[in-house]
């Protein structure tokens, strides 16, 4: 089944909340009318009571007559839906105010009055409700009669009826209004969501650039809306560095594929003595060590960029890597009359391989851009919340601008210079993806006076 | 020695055979994983070298297969270098794994290691080629009766240079097993080291003993 909108869903659950609403109150309002009409008969009833009281005080004689019975019923006729009737009680007689409009359950007459007011609830036969009040009344002579005044609540009945009547007719339409009022409110709250929708639909790997407008978005929605464009804009620079990755690589590697094509359609041209062809192919060797070089490089790459856990890392002694890497320089320094030199010491847990190629390419570049007869300085610290090596050289000024790129795949300072002589143009990127895998990071600074430091930093090892 | 070649690319499988036939071993090749698998039931090798991304039964089941009959030595090569395919290949019962590109002084190397395990050969502290002989346990090198001045890296060069007498060595061997250091560094330290080992153990004598194939690596051997 396809799961209901948002909006009807809401709407839905709101009509729910209404209805139980609407039942509550509807309920309280006609217990509150039912006792309200109850309270305002028995008042009336009472009232009553004492007006028959204080006339028949006056109009009761010892023999017990009612000299006007007329202004006893006067009192009650006012009222259509009073009944009265009178009792006598030592000795009992017959009702003496003969109104035969009801007839009062047998019971009634027989239950025993005090000069209290009590109120007894009944039902004829008719299904009307009446409400009687029963008295006790002291006559001047000392005798007593009984007083019962019945009220004919048919038209209380009628009321309550009529108001329950009413409020279960209006319910369902109530319910319609709410559930539709609460789906358009919903509706009308969720539409700026259909311009993530128009967004989204728009986005592919070839058109990262459509972004969502966050005018006019409400406050939940617009953050989600810059959340969702800063991840675009992620997902846009990563996809570009790639395309651009994949084109630097089919670059770099066709160079050195045309001059093999080159230097073996040239050397096969014509016939020549086998030196030539020796010689031939000894270029060829070079060209291809070359592509494999970039090959494995770039396989590196790929590896370190999935294999982050994998790796075992055991305790290095970082200066006796740098040491090992300085001594595998010591004769291109030599040559170059360059002073290396490794001070400080640090202990980082680590893959001793890459860790040596890290430093390696450092020094590799640092060598190669010093100025004769100058210093290459590996430093090593150990600080309190990091361990780092530092190589650092002195030649020309590294331009600010470059600074952020020069760790990223085939970046070329100086983009008419070709790569020099072996490089791949990856060291660098190679350098980062090693300190990434060992949670550290690689950084770079350069003074204009031509003091260039490259950092490796790493973690603390707990011990 | 005999030696199978199991790779369907027929130039790899060319080449893989011409090399190792030059090398001194009876090398039979195979362009699939059945015959492959055929050949190692009717012939007894000494090694295989199996390719692990054949058409039909890849490299995996022929290594399964082969451990299932023979304990034949096994060399694994595969394009794809990542650790799992190492892992797995050496798990299955490779004896080697060696990821493409490699260099073939290396392949060289590594067969004739394999084959060595078997043999044990004791390693002599004192080792002679011609006239020259180094003595590992005093670190010291004569040339006849003259004595010649090394460094400690370069006499680490010649002592492997003499221990693998006859054998060509890469520049990465040399590199990984003088400087300790295990990738392929670009670096020109071995060409100017065996330049300055040549200067003081061949330029003064008339018999050079240090010789370089170009493009390949260096051999020490007495080539009169």
Redesign the interface.
């Known amino acids: 089944m396809k799961p209901l909108s948002l909006s009807l869903r809401l709407g839905l659950s709101v009509s729910m909340m209404g209805a139980a609403l609407a039942l509550i109150i509807m309920s309280l309002t006609y217990l509150a009318l039912s006792l309200q009409l109850n309270l305002i008969a028995k008042n009336s009833l009472h009232g009553k009571i004492k007006q028959i009281e204080h006339s028949l005080n006056e109009d009761m004689d010892t023999n017990t007559q009612i000299k006007h019975p007329h202004d006893l019923q006067d009192i009650v006729l006012a009222h259509k839906n009073l009944n009265l009737s009178i009792y006598g009680v030592d000795p009992p007689t017959d009702n003496f105010i003969a109104s035969e409009e009801i007839s009062l359950p047998s019971y009634l007459p027989d239950i025993p009055a005090t000069i209290n007011t009590s109120f007894h609830s009944w039902t004829d036969e008719e299904n009307t409700r009446y409400l009687t009040a029963l008295k006790l009344v002291k006559l001047t002579d000392r005798k007593s009669v009984r007083v019962l005044l019945s009220l004919d609540r048919s038209e209380d009945k009628t009321l309550l009826t009529m108001s329950l009547k009413t409020a279960l007719f209006s319910m369902p339409a109530l319910l319609l209004l709410i559930g539709s009022g609460a789906w358009w409110i919903t509706h009308r709250g969720l539409s700026p969501l259909i311009k993530f929708n128009k967004t989204a639909s728009l986005i592919t790997t070839r058109d990262l650039t459509h972004r969502i407008s966050t005018d006019n978005l409400p406050q939940e929605l617009s953050e989600l809306a810059k959340t969702i464009n800063f991840m675009l804009n992620r997902l846009n620079d990563g996809v570009q560095q790639l395309s651009q990755f994949s084109d630097d690589l089919s670059h770099e590697l066709r160079s050195p594929i045309s001059n093999l094509l080159g230097m073996a359609q040239v050397t096969l041209s014509r016939e020549r003595p086998s030196e030539e062809y ?1 010689t031939a ?2 270029c ?3 060209e ?1 060590e070359r592509v ?2 970039i ?2 490089d770039m ?1 590196f790459l790929a ?1 370190a960029d999935h ?1 982050a856990s ?2 075992p890392f055991d305790y290095i002694f970082l200066e006796k890597e740098a040491v ?2 300085i ?3 010591s ?2 320094a030599e ?1 170059k009359q360059l002073h290396l030199n490794v001070d400080g010491a640090g202990i980082i847990l680590g893959d001793r ?1 890459m860790i ?2 890290a430093i ?1 390419n450092l020094v ?1 570049n640092a060598i190669e851009h010093s100025p004769t007869h100058s210093n290459v300085r590996l430093a090593i610290e150990a600080r309190r919340n990091k361990v780092s090596l530092s190589v650092i050289n002195s030649g020309e000024e590294i331009p600010a601008q470059h600074l952020p790129h020069l760790f990223e795949r085939f970046y070329r300072v100086d983009q008419s210079r070709s790569r020099v002589e ?3 143009g990856l060291g660098l990127a190679i350098v980062r993806s090693i300190m990434s895998l060992h949670g550290g990071t690689a950084e770079v600074s350069s003074t204009p006076e031509g003091t260039t430091n490259f950092s490796l930093n790493f973690p603390i090892v707990d011990r | 020695m005999r030696i199978l070649v199991i790779e369907d690319e027929p130039k790899a499988a060319d080449y893989l055979q011409k090399g190792l036939s030059e090398n001194g071993y009876i090398v039979d090749k195979s362009l699939n994983g059945i015959d492959g698998l055929h050949l190692v039931s009717q012939h007894n090798y000494d090694l295989v070298i199996l390719d692990v991304n054949l058409p039909g039964l890849d490299g995996w089941d022929v290594l399964k297969l082969i451990r299932d009959r023979s304990n034949t030595r096994v060399i694994m090569l595969t394009a794809r ?4 395919d190492k892992v797995k290949g050496l798990d299955l019962g490779a004896d080697d794994f060696l ?1 493409k ?1 490699f260099e073939f002084p290396e392949l060289l190397a590594r067969i004739r290691t394999l084959l060595r395990r078997r043999e044990n050969i004791a390693i002599a502290s004192i080792l002679k080629v011609a006239d020259l002989e180094i003595d590992s346990v005093g670190h010291r090198a004569f040339r006849g009766s003259k004595r010649i001045d090394l460094t400690s ?1 370069e006499f680490s060069l010649l002592h492997l240079l003499m221990q693998h007498t006859k054998e060509v060595l890469s520049r990465t061997q040399i ?1 990984s097993l003088v ?11 071995v060409e ?2 065996i330049r ?1 080992l040549r200067a003081k153990v061949d330029e003064p004598f008339e018999r050079k003993l240090i010789h370089t194939i ?3 690596g260096y051999v020490l051997e007495d080539r009169e």
Request: hydrophobic share 35%; aromatic share 8%.
């Open positions: 020796k192919l000894e060829c060797i070079e291809l494999s070089r090959v494995s396989l590896q294999s994998s790796i090992r890497v001594d595998l320089f004769i291109a040559e391989i040596q190629r390696y590799s072996g490089g791949t | 270098g990542r650790l799992s990821v590109p890296k590199i400087w300790d250091m295990n990738f392929d560094c670009n670096t020109n330290v100017v080291s300055r170009r493009g390949v």
